[in-house]
C-alpha cells in the first residue's frame, strides 16, 4: 500500500471563501465535529475490530470498513 503524500503548498494557499454564508460555515463546523467526534472513532473500532478476523485480502466486510474510513477522512479534509 502506498503512502499518500501530502501537497502542503496548496493548502498553504487557500483563503476563505467569499461567497460562504454564516449558516453554510456553521453547518460546515457541526459536520466537521460530527465526524471528528462521532463518525471516525466508530470507523476506526470497526476496522480494528475487523482487523482481527485475519486474511485481509479475502475478508470484503474488512476492506468495506477501511473504505468508509477512507472516505470519513477525505471529507474531514475536504471541509478544513
Do not use: C, W
Not at 463518525?39 to 468495506?64: C, H, M, T, W
Request: no cysteine.
Amino acid at each position: 500500500m502506498q503512502i499518500p503524500k501530502r501537497k502542503t503548498h496548496i493548502s498553504a494557499t487557500v483563503t476563505n471563501d467569499p461567497y460562504l454564508t454564516q449558516d453554510k460555515i456553521a453547518e460546515f463546523k457541526k459536520e466537521l465535529d460530527h465526524l471528528i467526534r462521532i463518525s471516525r472513532p466508530k470507523a476506526s473500532l470497526e476496522v480494528q475490530e475487523l482487523s482481527k478476523l485475519g486474511d485481509f485480502s479475502e475478508n470484503a466486510a474488512y476492506q468495506i470498513a477501511k473504505g468508509r474510513l477512507r472516505g470519513i477522512n477525505r471529507r474531514i479534509m475536504d471541509i478544513k
